[in-house]
């Protein structure tokens, strides 16, 4: 399927830690571009180097902000005022690319040119573990729905996995697929990108399906789970925003003209996608929900074990599900995580049903 997409305007904000203020109001604006006194900030780095290149950033558990220093070989820590940390690699030029925070608390990276995953405690100790299969350039990083953290190897048409322990292992998939972009599914699968024109969507186990495009030389890059459990990604090189449902379904909407280079995504409140817009350089905002064939709203019921309860609930809005009876120790204790939910995940349930879950 493939339709003209009908994007709610290009924000003039950026999505810092994927969150974006909306609604301001009464902005001075020339040549389309507005001027909101006070709705900006920059905190500068403070690496050892002119070229800092910072590139990847994720949410903690710590409350802090923490991102990649491609350039200067560090990983930083910025909190919510604006204080900075920074960290140096081990490894010299490392490459640090893709970040996640991981189930164990701390902070998982990938290192494209030295083909490592990195992992970095919330006080900033760093531990490397070599991937067995060189010029492997791992690039994105995610933690799975099985308590481990699963990675891409553009190289060498490999998903990989490691353990909170450090121990990896690798799947192959087929030559040329170039996997890039990778997410965890509310499915319990991993869905990710890849540079052949596919979706891939693999079990916890291994096992590998792959999904074509419709439209050939889409060049798919960053993928995420969206509105009604569905999974959407960008097609750098055609203009178009995709999604492709749990079962395979997938739709594709142009951008409207001017043309456009869509590369991040990620999920926003109130049923929005928000992308990046390279040769624009601007951020475009989607409402899923005016597209054809929007999720009718089913509660597809996500995994929500080794989640915080501000995960849980993030991940509960974005599936169409609800909270319901909490559980566990006093909720003043910031380390507790899901244990327990009722009912499992993968469950469809109506839009708006509620998940119990117990916190330890």
């Known amino acids: ?13 950026l999505l810092v830690a994927l969150a974006c203020t909306q609604g301001a109001v009464g902005a001075s604006a020339q040549g389309g571009v507005q001027s909101i006194p006070g709705a900006f900030s920059k905190f500068g780095l403070r690496g050892p ?27 930083g820590r910025i909190t919510p005022s604006g204080a900075i940390s920074e960290f140096q690699i081990p490894t010299a030029d490392s490459g640090a690319s893709g970040i996640t925070a991981g189930p164990d608390g701390n902070l998982w990276f990938t290192e494209i040119l030295a083909d490592k995953i990195g992992r970095i405690t919330p006080s900033g100790a760093i531990s490397e573990f070599q991937i067995p299969t060189p010029a492997s350039h791992p690039y994105a990083i995610t933690a799975g729905p ?19 322990g450090g121990v990896i292992s690798e799947y192959q998939i087929p030559r040329g697929a170039s996997p890039y972009g990778i997410t965890a599914g509310p499915d319990g699968n991993l869905w990710f990108t890849e540079g052949a024109n596919k979706i891939g969507r693999m079990t916890p186990s291994g096992t590998l399906r792959e999904f074509t495009l419709p439209v050939a030389g889409s060049s798919p890059r960053e993928i995420t789970v969206g509105p009604g459990g569905d999974l959407w990604f960008t097609q750098l090189l055609t203009s ?13 909407f142009e951008i409207p003209p001017p043309e456009a280079r869509p590369n991040g995504i990620v999920a ?11 040769l624009s350089n601007s951020i475009g905002r989607v409402k899923a929900r005016l597209l054809p064939g929007a999720a009718a709203g089913e509660c597809v019921v996500p995994r929500l074990a080794g989640r ?4 849980a609930k993030r991940l509960l809005d974005r599936a169409h599900c609800k909270l319901g009876k909490l559980s566990g120790p006093p909720q003043s204790n910031h380390n507790l995580v899901v244990v327990a939910q009722r009912p499992a995940a993968k469950k469809t349930l109506p839009g708006g049903s ?7």
Not at 308 to 311: D, E, G, I, Y
């Open 146 to 164: 099985d308590g481990d953290l699963w990675f891409t190897e553009e190289s060498a048409n490999k998903i990989g996995r490691i353990t909170p």
């Open 49 to 75: 180097t002119v070229v800092a290149l910072p590139s990847e950033i994720t949410a903690g558990r710590d409350g802090d902000l923490w991102f990649t220093v491609t350039g200067a070989g560090m990983i």
């Open 268 to 278: 926003g409140p109130g049923g929005t996608i928000w992308f990046t817009d390279e």
């Open 354 to 360: 509620k998940v119990s879950v117990r916190l330890g």
């Open 308 to 311: 915080t309860l501000a995960q």
């Open 240 to 252: 178009m925003i995709g999604r492709i449902t749990p079962s395979g379904a997938i739709s594709e």
């Open 1 to 13: 399927m493939r339709a003209r997409l009908a994007v709610g305007g290009l924000a003039t904000c």
